[in-house]
């Protein structure tokens, strides 16, 4: 079974700031992640996406994030927070592969609040 | 061009009603799915289907029965609703093998 956990369901930034969102995951296969924001009233929309090649993935709006299979995290960082970040973000995994489903199993999502 | 799209935006209805909800994704996908986000934005699978096959069905109560006729379709209709089903109902679509999925704006499904 996989699992995601979101550490700290809100996170408080100034602008100009380094935001660090913390996901865990748990996977008994590889896993593919994925983080995906969600601003209000919208969709999800994709962030950046973790799928077995690089372990250090860039995303659009300046993102990234860390695969460590050691620590089972895959933690999104922006070294200079904006006003427009403020949203809900969501880790999710997903299992891989063409034999499975392809579903994605959600955190509980981190409410991003950017302050001026 | 809209990805995918989802009919109505917001639906306000009446305990006990039946009710749809319509997607459709020009992407070429042939791989759908209903996600369920609840008050407290949590997000939740609820159907699969890739081809117009059934591939995922997740302890959904028989009252929300989804029907997909073509891939790039897929429409959830829900009998007696009830006042725990109003939640934010998302769309996606992804290519067969778990990778990338696009969603759609969500419906709004306020029961009273």
């Known amino acids: 079974a996989q699992s995601v956990t979101q550490l700290g369901s809100h996170v408080s930034v100034s602008e100009g700031a380094l935001v660090l969102l913390r996901c865990n995951y748990s996977?008994?296969?590889?896993?593919?992640l994925f983080w995906y924001v969600q601003y209000p009233n919208q969709g999800l929309q994709l962030l950046l996406k973790y799928t077995s090649a690089a372990t250090l993935v860039k995303g659009i709006n300046d993102f990234e994030a860390e695969f460590k299979k050691s620590e089972t995290s895959f933690h999104l960082t922006k070294p200079s927070a904006h006003m427009s970040d403020a949203a809900e973000y969501f880790c999710?995994?997903?299992?891989?592969?063409?034999?499975?489903?392809?579903?994605?199993?959600f955190g509980q999502g981190t409410t991003l609040q950017v302050k001026p | 061009d809209t990805a995918v799209s989802q009919t109505p935006k917001y639906l306000v209805t009446q305990m006990g009603n039946d009710k749809s909800i319509k997607c459709e994704q020009n992407?070429?996908?042939?791989?759908m799915y209903w996600y369920k986000q609840d008050s407290k934005k949590f997000l939740k699978i609820m159907f699969s289907y890739n081809n117009k096959e059934l591939i995922i069905n997740e302890t959904v109560p028989n009252r929300f029965s989804p029907k997909s006729p073509d891939k790039a379709h897929l429409n959830l209709h829900i009998n007696s609703l009830e006042l725990g089903d109003s939640a934010v109902y998302f769309c996606?679509?992804?290519?067969?093998?778990?990778?990338?999925?696009?969603f759609g704006p969500g419906t709004r499904l306020t029961v009273l």
């Open positions: 992407l070429g996908h042939d791989t």
């Open positions: 996977s008994s296969v590889p896993p593919y």
């Open positions: 996606a679509s992804s290519l067969k093998g778990g990778n990338e999925q696009f």
């Open positions: 999710a995994v997903s299992d891989q592969g063409s034999g499975n489903t392809g579903k994605l199993i």
